[in-house]
Nanobody
Framework: QVQLVESGGDSVQAGGSLRLSCQAS????????MGWFRQAPAKEREGIAT???????DYADSVRGRFTISRDNAKNTLYLQMNSLKPEDTAMYYC???????????????WGQGTQVTVSS
């Protein structure tokens, strides 16, 4: 059974950094696409970063230049390095896997439970 477990969420002050991790298990060959999504209170879930199994990446405009997505295929682990955090980055962060790489939610069929990031001003 495929499972995704996120970790690394925390409360930080604006300007700080965090590194999120997502451990994938149950894959025989590894997921094709992995992505990070977030959902703030009273807002829809949005895609913020995605990476294919050969390393191609895409970012939402809101995080480009501040966040970096990476993956370790040998460990089936996904990472999100978040720098220069802003209060508007406060949200529950989810990792997801699927077969269609992109920032749209419908390209992903397996989701983790999420990890909370809170950025205070």
């Amino acid at each position: 059974q495929v499972q995704l477990v996120e970790s690394g969420g925390d409360s930080v002050q604006a300007g700080g950094s965090l590194r999120l991790s997502c451990q994938a298990s149950g894959y025989t060959y590894g997921p094709i696409c992995m992505g990070w999504f977030r959902q703030a209170p009273a807002k829809e879930r949005e895609g913020i970063a995605t990476i294919g199994n050969f390393g191609s990446t895409d970012y939402a405009d809101s995080v480009r230049g501040r966040f970096t997505i990476s993956r370790d295929n040998a460990k089936n682990t996904l990472y999100l390095q978040m720098n220069s955090l802003k209060p508007e980055d406060t949200a529950m962060y989810y990792c997801a896997t699927g077969g269609f790489c992109g920032l749209e939610l419908n390209g992903y069929n397996t989701w983790g439970q999420g990890t909370q990031v809170t950025v205070s001003s």
